[in-house]
């Protein structure tokens, strides 16, 4: 079982930065994929990054590719998602995801089903 929190969310003015930590429990954290998805009020959540165990580029939302950046640090358990130039559209709630099967396919992270996730961090951009 991993349990995952995020913290870091906020109120930020448009133009500004924002990171998002996501902490996750359990030793075998870096056998993980992990995720970053968004709800706005009124709206399904959307996929916004995901980072495959091993680190490297992400993979990112058309949204937000160029200003938002996912990482991760295994020896801390912890990804991150570091936010530029936000827009008032970025605003919603944050949910971290993780899974230890995600597919070959960054282009299927998006709707595929990911095992566990955290509570979420509310963040609001204002105009």
């Known amino acids: 079982q991993v349990q995952l929190v995020e913290s870091g969310g906020g109120l930020v003015q448009a133009g500004g930065s924002l990171r998002l930590s996501c902490a996750a429990s359990?030793?075998?954290?870096?056998?993980?994929?992990m995720g970053w998805f968004r709800q706005a009020p009124g709206k399904e959540r959307e996929f916004v990054a995901a980072i495959n165990w091993s680190g490297g580029s992400g993979y990112y939302a058309d949204s937000v590719k160029g200003r938002f950046t996912i990482s991760r640090d295994n020896a801390k358990n912890t990804v991150y998602l570091q936010m530029d130039n936000v827009k008032p559209e970025d605003t919603a709630v944050y949910y971290c995801?993780?899974?230890?099967?995600?597919?070959?396919?960054?282009?299927?992270?998006?709707?595929?089903?990911?095992?566990?996730w955290g509570q979420g961090t509310q963040v609001t951009v204002s105009s």
């Open positions: 359990g030793r075998t954290f870096s056998r993980f994929g």
């Open positions: 995801a993780a899974d230890s099967s995600l597919p070959n396919q960054p282009s299927r992270y998006a709707t595929y089903g990911w095992t566990h």
